[in-house]
């Protein structure tokens, strides 16, 4: 591990700012438990502060989000109410939840445009997306590795490139 990635003082709490929150809170910790990722520069501070700074140029109102939610978490009633479980909830960016419904399937583009009809997208949301579903691909390399280790390295040589 890379003293730019030394774990982080009171990790639970609040931040001042949503990018940080995010940062400290959900990357960094999964990057420090992360065996693997060989990326060609070991230094990623430069980037995860560049991400942290696009994050707080949005400027979220904090809402309670799912944390988890996938097609796997979600399901019809015999009524054809929807109904949500298995959740990981945090105070976060109600986008996050959103991301994630993009990328382990099971929410199509009905599921969004409806979502959309009642709460439009703010400005640049599809460039979060992916900011946003890092954490569950690292997430996911610590769990699982394999095919996870490679789209970490892919997302964040994109983000590296895009900011």
Same mark, same amino acid.
């Given at each position: 591990?890379? /003293?730019?990635?030394?774990?982080a003082? =009171?990790? %639970? ?38 991400? &942290?700074?696009?994050?707080n ?5 904090p809402?309670?989000?799912? +944390?988890?939610?996938?097609? %796997? =978490?979600? /399901?019809?009633?015999? $009524?054809?109410?929807?109904? *949500?479980? $298995? ?5 976060? $960016? ?11 399937? +099971?929410f +199509? ?9 009642? *709460?439009?997208? &703010?400005? %640049? ?5 992916? *900011?946003? =579903?890092?954490?569950h691909?690292?997430?996911? &390399? =610590?769990?699982?590795? +394999?095919?996870?280790? *490679? ?13």
């Open positions: 591990m890379t /003293a730019s990635l030394a774990p003082l =009171n990790r %639970g709490g609040w931040r001042d700012d949503w990018g940080s929150a995010f940062l400290e809170l959900r990357l960094r910790p999964q990057l420090e438990i992360l065996d693997g990722l060989q990326l060609d520069s070991t230094d990623l501070n430069p980037l995860l502060l560049r991400l &942290a700074e696009h994050l140029e949005h400027q979220p109102r809402a309670l989000v799912h +944390g988890d939610l996938w097609g %796997g =978490n979600a /399901a019809s009633l015999s $009524d054809g109410r929807g109904s *949500i479980f $298995d959740p990981a909830s945090w105070w976060a $960016d109600r986008e996050v939840d959103l991301a994630m419904t993009r990328l382990f399937g +099971g +199509g583009e009905a599921f969004r445009s409806a979502y959309r009809e009642v *709460i439009p997208d &703010a400005s %640049g949301a599809d460039d979060r997306v992916e *900011i946003y =579903n890092l954490y691909l690292l997430n996911h &390399a =610590n769990l699982f590795g +394999g095919s996870y280790l *490679i789209q970490c390295r892919a997302s964040l040589k994109d983000l590296a490139r895009r900011l």
